[in-house]
């Protein structure tokens, strides 16, 4: 159940999905079927008002809220289509900042950014801000902020969406090749094209889940 | 996230936005600025009646005749040596010296031929011990002079300086030649002491009477008077002065038939009345200073709320990150105290410079406290803590995907 100014409307009902580890999960749907409230269950950022929820052995509708923000820092990675990085800090600095909540220490800290910005191939821009990067840049940026912390799942809310054709590409293989690694990644996309590189699609409609199929071709973005 | 990576972060947040943080911690600086200014000019005021206390002796008491008395006051109710002589019968006295002062004389000052006014004491010997002034060459006032007459004088270090161009144990013996309308007579300096003044008397130059003491009995035919300007006494306990001034306000009551004409009053206790006085006074303007503050504070807290505001997505992003609602807050905290601190800072540099200046204009020493400056900065950042707390907390509380939709 969602609250939207005084009218409660339900936004998910009767949705059973389970994601397994190592998958690479595209959520479908258009605007009001429900998958952003699906994306911000799974993100921990809502609760659901009925029904379960387990990641990683975790029931998290019985975990209090303040130490959601723990789960949200140890167990997911939030990749955003508006990239989400903090403008005042240079990449590195955007890519250590989960660490920093963890409580990891500085020099530690650093080192692991380095190799998460080398893992997106940006190793040459970690000292640059934000707004002296490309969209594909930040979100590479952003994508390695959301790894550092080696999460159970990465959620990405249609983190293609403000990219151009070769920028998507770009940020495609490099969810395909973390996957390959055996990262579990959830991705939100509306469109179909962007859908076909990963192996499952789930299609929302009007709260409910109407369709979860797997890929039986999945595209390579390293191909083309 | 640890503290120090927590202020770090605040500096850089606060210094991003120089010309709002400048004009933020504005109301905070002018703020302390104003309460260490006017501590420090009430505490030096209180400094120097304190030490001009000091030179008229702590603890003795003063035996004259009421200026404010509510009887007609006739020639013969003037202090005399009898009246001295009778007081020193009383028990509980343990040093007394009858005064005579005058103004209305100059020195001759030998070496440059100027002159300058002075301001002359007669007194008897436990005058000395009453005072207790640092003698430096010579001997003070004896019994004996006293009983002679002798034409002798203790001067000043300052005096000395200014008269012979030197103070050393050479001027002991020389002759100061002392003008009246009677016209000049010489006197032989047997003591110098040291000027406790001397560093006020400097900011004055020559503005200041030199003070010059000499036996009583010499005074009296100097000035061609015999009544005294008063007495002074020092009680054997401390603690019974009231007592014993009682005591001698009825002795002289008894030798004068007169009553409420003649008071007898500790300088201990002139010396609290007044430090009350300006204590209160310091007290009050402190207060007055204190509501700019207390409007420099709602400042903070007016600019936290919009940093709050426009930062709603950064804190989105921070949350959905991992940070917990006492991160976000501590940070904002940390981010008002940071300018409350810094403009108490501030302020108290401001203050000691406008105080000095303030000081010079108005001829106060401008003394500055430690405790004023520790207070000042303890204001300050329970400013920041108390005007802060409110806009971290609703930083701290904001929902992360509202949050996160924030434009």
């Known amino acids: ?224 | 996230m640890n503290v120090l990576e927590n202020v770090s972060s605040a500096f850089r947040n606060v210094f991003a936005n120089k010309m709002r943080t400048i004009l933020t911690m504005l109301g905070i600086i002018i703020g302390i600025a104003s309460v260490i200014a006017i501590s420090s000019i009430g505490n030096g005021s209180q400094k120097e009646i304190e030490s001009q206390f000091d030179e008229l002796g702590v603890g003795r008491m003063i035996v004259q005749l009421r200026s404010n008395s509510p009887r007609n006051m006739f020639s013969s109710d003037a202090l005399s040596y009898e009246d001295y002589e009778e007081i020193k019968k009383i028990e509980g006295v343990k040093l007394i010296s009858p005064t005579i002062s005058s103004n209305f004389f100059s020195v001759k000052l030998l070496e440059k031929g100027e002159t300058n006014s002075s301001n002359i004491t007669g007194v008897t010997e436990d005058y000395y011990e009453i005072m207790s002034p640092n003698l430096l060459y010579g001997r003070y006032i004896k019994e004996s002079d006293v009983e002679e007459k002798s034409k002798v004088v203790v001067i000043t270090d300052t005096t000395s300086l200014k008269v012979f161009g030197y103070c050393n144990e050479s001027v002991i013996g020389q002759k100061i030649s002392i003008k009246s309308w009677k016209g000049s007579k010489n006197y032989f300096v047997c003591g110098i002491v040291e000027n406790k003044n001397a560093e006020t008397e400097m900011q004055y130059e020559n503005e200041y009477p030199e003070n010059i003491i000499m036996p009583i009995t010499s005074a009296q035919r100097l000035f061609g008077q015999k009544t005294l300007t008063n007495i002074t006494l020092v009680a054997e306990d401390p603690d019974k002065s009231e007592n014993l001034s009682e005591r001698v306000i009825s002795r002289l009551d008894e030798i004068h038939q007169s009553s409420e004409k003649y008071s007898c009053e500790s300088t201990t206790e002139q010396l609290e009345a007044m430090n009350e006085v300006t204590g209160t006074v310091t007290l009050l303007i402190s207060a007055v200073a204190c509501i700019s503050l207390i409007v420099g504070g709602i400042g903070v807290m007016n600019i936290m709320m919009v940093t709050v505001t426009e930062r709603t997505r950064e804190i989105g992003i921070r949350k959905a990150i991992g940070a917990r609602n006492k991160d976000i807050m501590l940070q904002f905290i940390i981010e008002a105290l940071i300018l409350t601190i810094l403009g108490g800072l501030l302020g108290i540099v401001f203050g000691i410079l406008i105080g000095q200046v303030a000081g010079y204009i108005l001829g106060v020493k401008s003394v500055v406290s430690l405790n004023a400056v520790l207070i000042a900065f303890i204001i300050s950042s329970f400013i920041g803590i108390v005007f802060g707390v409110y806009p971290a907390r609703r930083a701290s509380l904001l929902d992360p995907i509202e949050a996160l939709r924030y434009e």
Not at chain 1, 10 to 23: I, M, Q, R, T, Y
Not at chain 1, 105 to 121: D, F, H, M, S, Y
Not at chain 1, 192 to 213: E, H, N, P, Q, W
């Open chain 1, 1 to 224: 159940m969602y609250r939207q100014g005084s009218l409660e409307v339900n936004a998910l009902s009767g949705v059973d999905l389970w994601v397994k580890p190592k998958e690479f999960v595209s959520i479908m749907g258009s605007s009001g079927s429900g998958k952003s409230t699906m994306m911000n269950i799974l993100g921990c950022l809502d609760k659901a008002s009925s029904g379960k929820y387990i990641l990683d052995g975790i029931d998290i509708s019985k975990v209090k809220d303040k130490d959601l923000s723990e789960i949200r820092n140890k167990k997911i990675g939030f990749v955003f289509q508006s990239f989400n990085l903090l403008p005042k800090l240079s990449a590195i600095e955007n890519v250590e900042l989960p660490m920093v909540y963890a409580g990891v220490e500085a020099k530690k800290r650093r080192q692991r950014a380095e190799e998460a910005l080398i893992k997106v191939g940006l190793e040459k821009r970690i000292n640059h801000r934000p707004n002296e990067l490309s969209g594909g840049q930040r979100q590479r940026v952003a994508i390695a902020r959301a790894l550092v912390n080696k999460p159970s799942i990465i959620l990405a809310d249609e983190p293609t969406g403000n990219l151009d054709s070769k920028s998507t590409i770009e940020i495609i293989d490099i969810f395909q090749k973390l996957n390959d690694d055996g990262v579990t990644i959830v991705m939100v996309t509306h469109e179909s094209d962007v859908a076909m590189y990963t192996k499952r699609i789930v299609t929302f409609k009007d709260g409910l889940k109407i369709d979860d199929r797997l890929v039986e071709k999945q595209m390579k973005a390293g191909d083309i």
